[in-house]
């Protein structure tokens, strides 16, 4: 926590309020300080202005009045009156940095520990899909989310995920339609549409994705696009329903085609896909309105290690680009996208949303103003911010939701046969899933089949295991909700794995060499309410608990890296590969991307989109 | 009207609609167009796109599906089955342009006679302030502006008029407070509030003007600003409250520091205002994306002779602009700023509103494509077109409040001495306005007046002529509402003009040798319901009927110059300055600008924002 920042706290209080636009008093207060009939709050003197609207480094002033930016004038042009002064001595201003496109589940926290670590990193706002959360609790698990922002110093703008369930073939906790759709459109901080992933229906007309589009459309909100690779006609295409974005181009020129057809590139740089460096060269004066900065998913540690949207600025200004672009493209562009109000630049009737970067080419974010108060400094939270931050937790922590949402891990017995894979006929092969290492997609092996006592089961010394995916929301009908199949690859020599992270349905992702294994940890991540589950063959050795719906923890990210730290060791100790594993386990559900999947329906042929016996 | 362009006719029926956002069919239709499912109902092939995204011009071929633009691919790149083909033959292709503030009213014609001379320039859509209407008919007389538009092959977006009556020394036809400017902004095609002249209420922190900015907040709509040369901490204090934009900067320092604090700098290029060439340097890559082009206000002859928005278009090229910005400004740049959904690019999914140009250097457009068809061509609108707007046209003549519109002059009684003014004591002066040429601002003179009878008389040969301004809306008490005083400098040798527009209020205006003459032609602009009158000291010698709301002619533009043209020779016989000596009469009544100045209420001393007496 960084000491030195409650000064301003006196003051505020006189136009404090977590309304998205300025009330009319806050607006006469603003006025009164721009024209010099009221002290300042707060004066800036002496900074360097990254101007998103000029382009420019400006020196200036700038006095702030509650929450909003009163008056930028230039440095010494005009005597303010002010109740704190700050001398910045050079340093740089730039606005508050948004990041585009967030799934905070990916990050294992709650939105007020997302905040909490990406404040001082300068990180004001950001737009978040809770594509996993919508997937377990539905529209009450969105507003719950959405709920979470109340109070926050920080700007939880949302999304509406638009893809839930992802497929037929599985069970998701909930199902998302366009009336749900357009119930969440209607929540001011809900800002448009989740990207469209089912780019193969739009491009094919379905009128379930396009009357999507026309719901926002009705809203006046957007529509985010999801479209790997998609190029020419069916590009032409996606577009034309009226799909306004796209984040995930891989190559330079898919971003220069979908730029040039009018979509908004938002330049993704993830814990597993990182796309910066082959994009930078979209970052020019030429477009450099078209391109947005986003992260997507971060893992808990690369958000505490190495950050998050800022990453992207940091690395774009170490590329060669503009810092006032860079900037841009982390502010400005984002709000303007999707009209967030008043956001995203330093200037008069604009939130108090500024960072003091001491650094320029390192980009050291020394200090961040949000909404006119100081929230971080020297890489920590304010006291104030850090009360704030879990006063609104505890808020949100006392909803009626919040407690659904904790017992999200309903589990059908697993007793007896429930895990057992009967054999096939003497002499034929069975589908084996293999994911690639370091890919989400998967192979479809056809082996010989490890067999004892009329089943099927795993076999260590041939990298085989079993593999389950049990339906774990409580909607499947009694005995049925069980998939379950071989997986090679994992290199678990004994014991097992269970996530009840699995994409996207989040069913109970099970993996292990025996039954009893397998049980105990299914059995330990319900009593958890949630969570990643290490058996070595003789019970829990290590385990991190995602009790809130199952997807993610209820502790700050420090505790949330250190309990990861621990499942690592412990599945390598078992000859897994650590948390790769668990990431592996959570994406063998998802029967979006080739090509063999197992959900709790059973193993699904993702190419052929239908279920599949283990015969092969 | 151009006739090379039905063809298209026979197939648009299908997603034909007038809704500002398309329809799910619409949207299948497209997306099955650009996926090559259906034929398109239109192919471009071999043009050179202005592409506004990528700053570029590029080769391409746009297919065109009902309204909308469902793919444009690079030329040759795909095969496209359509029911029509043009080949473009490597003329360029640039998105319609679309003028970002106009009052139409200043060129004395209806939405629909506007849309008529301004679709085959290129402009396909504007964004119209209808000030002066709502001065004389209130929320009324909007609505059914507004509904002028429906049906027109021409985008009549409307800002809800801020400052209504201007002042509370004069009394309009109607005020328009907070209520009913929310009431507007329900409307779909109402995207903001218009210019919000009081600048000195707002940065006075006038409650009534924040309570503005505040309702369009609410409603996601902008506020548009007005603030000729404010600078300083006035100008942070006005933006600071929320206002968005200024199309009053008249030097280029005024515009870069306007743009700087986050305004989106309109470029004004009026027929009397004419800023183009002096901030043309505004536009450039680094802020090209902040500037857009308006009109403002355009004489008949000068919309009719010299063009719209394409003039700016036109002369920045001409003035070394790229010209992809110089399109920019006048198209995807107001788009965005006002929002306006899927307009101002060529690029999928938006709506099929571009133009062919022939000639780039030049800017001359030979076709213009308005929602998927021909609406112009040659420099004439097609059969088609000229067909729908007469449709639109006579539908909103139709309506109730068209005729309410019509009977809008109601003149007290001017027999007898209504329009005397009774002498001062012997040997004492009185006030005179004298407009300055060329200028909207007027001086204060003080001089000894010529008298007959006991009474202050015009004076041909001092070049002083005696100047009313009489209440035309019916709504002042008997016995008053008629404002008296002398005027220099209009050169008349006897005879009367009469003109019922008069900024801002729109009461009679009048100036006259005699009283007897100025009686008849204040009679015969109420017979015609409002319009410019010239009576030579026997009887009327010239008019232009302006029957609607006493501000617009219900004429085709060209009929409306020919009578300009007949009024100003009539008003040059009798030594007058012709049509700009109408013009000066109709802002001799304008009280926000200085110095002095006549309404029906008296004499204004417009610096001191009070009536006074006639004696100096």
Redesign the interface.
Known sequence: VYAGATMQDASFGRSGTDAL????DE??H????????SPADLLLSGGRLL?V????V?PVDVAV?GR??????PAG??PFAALERVDLAGAHLAPGLIDGHVHIESSLVTPAAYARVVLPRGVVGIVNDPHEIANVAGVDGVRWWLACGDGLPFDLWTTAPSCVPSTQLETAGAELGVDEIRDLLAHPRVVGVAELMSFPG????E?AQ??K??VA??A?KSVEGHAPGLT???L????????GSDHECTRLAEG?EK????AFVMIREGSVTRDLDTLLPLVT???A??VGFVTDDRLPHDLLDEGAVDVLVRRAIAGGVDPVYAVRCASWNTA?HY?L??RG?V????FADLLVVDDLARFRVQRVLKHGRWVAGAGATTAWAEAAIAAAAGAAERMPAAAALRGSVRLPDLEGSALAIAAPPAGRRVRVLRPLPGQVVTEALAVMPPLRDGEVVADPDRDLLKLACVHRHGRSAPGTGIGLGLVAGMGLRRGALASSVGHDHHNLMLVGADDASMRRAARRVAELGGGFVVDDGDGIVAELALPIAGLVSDAPIERVVADLAAVDAAVRALGGSGSDALMTLSFLGLAVIPALRVTDHGLVDVVAARLVGLEA
């Open positions: 636009t300025p009330t009319v607006l006469r603003a006025v009164a300080v721009a024209a010099g009939r101007n609207f000029s382009g420019l400006e009045a909003l930016v009163a008056a930028v004038l042009a005009a739009v491009v094919d007309g009128a396009l009357a589009v026309a459309e009705g006046g020419g006609r069916d032409q295409a996606y577009l034309a329903a009226g799909i220069v730029l040039a057809a009018g004066p030429r477009h309105d078209r303007r009209r109000p008043r630049a200037a008069p009737g604009f």
